[in-house]
């Protein structure tokens, strides 16, 4: 039993930049999905174990900018527009085509896209629209109820899903790891609404935290309350450490359950959790999963392909997965994400190394020529980073 309390977090600072493109091409082949959108880089919810902190060091950024220098993309909707106004373009704009060949965009892999600056900002709403207005199909991953303000907007959408992600019931553990994130309840509530409006919703565990949130009794009682919202399925990830975000997130343990720690530097022997410890939890997982009928994806509740509007009717959209979120390896998969895909074929970075050991090797590979990676590909990951080309 642990006691936790509350962590220091520092007020988020928002700052605007400007993009000249936010679509950003994923393709490695594991991926489930083609395209990833992030309107935010950084994020207000502070999550001690988000593997996106260690983002911040391609950047000379230290790990607490994450959460407290959020930077607005406040021209995302523009650079939208004219990067799907390039593509429809070379289709005769033909917007069947121009669905099908970019398959599914996955909105919110690095950052939340309802953040607490989405409310006045209201980036992620501006590029909704523009995305209906190209109907290409796309997913949502988001912690916050705030998704809730643009059922109007994905009413008109070619939506595949919205991912709740909620991996605890305990308010408490959420406040001391998740400082900027709504509450347990908060997120049921909008999934059960979300169902109510005709939306495919399903929930994200993720990740699971060892000690934390990983016993068969923790997990029976999400997917009880999971399963009780509506949801239609439940996805979920483990616990991933790099060197930068398991600093941050075992400052925190010391802080609110030091008896934690010497299990996680036994499991935690790399960045990913040793084999014997992921098998355990996987099959935990698959077998509460069946006990309460909660499919592993959108794609295993209903035909992939298809999108449920506000209204309840189907509409086609081509063969496409359902989003995910986090560089965590998936339990009942090995399907990296869009982070992890960047991490590891980041070959170039425009600044030297600023004291992150992923940073300092990502910069080694910049000077190595015929490291394998393309100068097109290297222009593609400085961009999903934000980084001068």
Avoid at 99 to 122: N, R, V
């Amino acid at each position: 039993m642990f006691l936790f309390g509350r962590c220091s977090m520092q007020t988020a600072h928002w700052e605007t930049i400007g993009v000249k493109q936010l679509m950003t091409r994923v393709k490695e082949e594991k991926m489930p999905f083609g395209w990833s959108i992030n309107p935010y880089r950084g994020c207000a919810h502070g999550c001690g174990f988000c593997y996106a902190r260690a983002f911040q060091s391609f950047i000379g950024m230290d790990s607490d900018d994450f959460q407290s220098r959020i930077l607005v993309k406040e021209n995302a909707a523009e650079a939208l527009q004219r990067q799907l106004h390039r593509m429809a373009a070379s289709r005769n704009f033909d917007l069947p085509v121009l669905a099908q060949d970019i398959g599914h965009i996955a909105i919110g892999t690095a950052t939340d896209p309802y953040q607490s600056a989405e409310g006045s900002y209201k980036v992620t709403r501006e590029c909704l629209k523009v995305l209906a207005r190209y109907q290409v199909p796309f997913s949502i991953t988001t912690r916050s109820p705030l998704v809730l303000r643009d059922l109007d907007v994905l009413a008109d959408c070619r939506l595949l899903s919205i991912n709740i992600s909620l991996n605890t019931l305990d308010d408490g553990l959420i406040r001391s790891l998740e400082p900027g994130s709504p509450l347990s309840g908060q997120r049921l509530r909008a999934v059960r609404e979300l169902r109510e409006s005709g939306f495919r919703v399903g929930v994200f565990a993720a990740p699971i935290l060892p000690l934390l949130g990983d016993s068969r009794s923790q997990l029976n009682e999400l997917m009880q309350a999971v399963k009780a919202s509506g949801a239609q399925f439940m996805m979920s990830s483990l616990l991933r450490l790099s060197p930068e975000v398991k600093n941050w997130y075992y400052s925190i343990l010391r802080e609110v359950a030091p008896e934690a720690l010497p299990t996680y530097e036994r499991i935690f022997q790399g960045a990913y959790a040793i084999r014997s410890y992921s098998e355990e939890i996987q099959c935990r997982v698959d077998e509460l999963r069946r006990i309460h009928g909660l499919p592993h994806s959108a794609s295993d509740h209903d035909a992939v392909g298809t999108t449920v509007r506000a209204d309840g009717t189907a509409a086609s959209v081509g063969g496409a997965a359902p989003c995910v979120e986090g560089a965590e390896p998936f339990i009942g998969g090995t399907t990296p994400c869009a982070g992890e895909a960047v991490v590891s074929v980041s070959g170039v970075v425009s600044e030297k190394p600023q004291g992150g050991t992923l940073h300092a090797k990502l910069f080694k590979l910049r000077e190595r020529p015929g490291a394998g990676i393309s100068p097109g590909r290297v222009v593609e990951v400085m961009e999903q980073m934000s980084l001068p080309i």
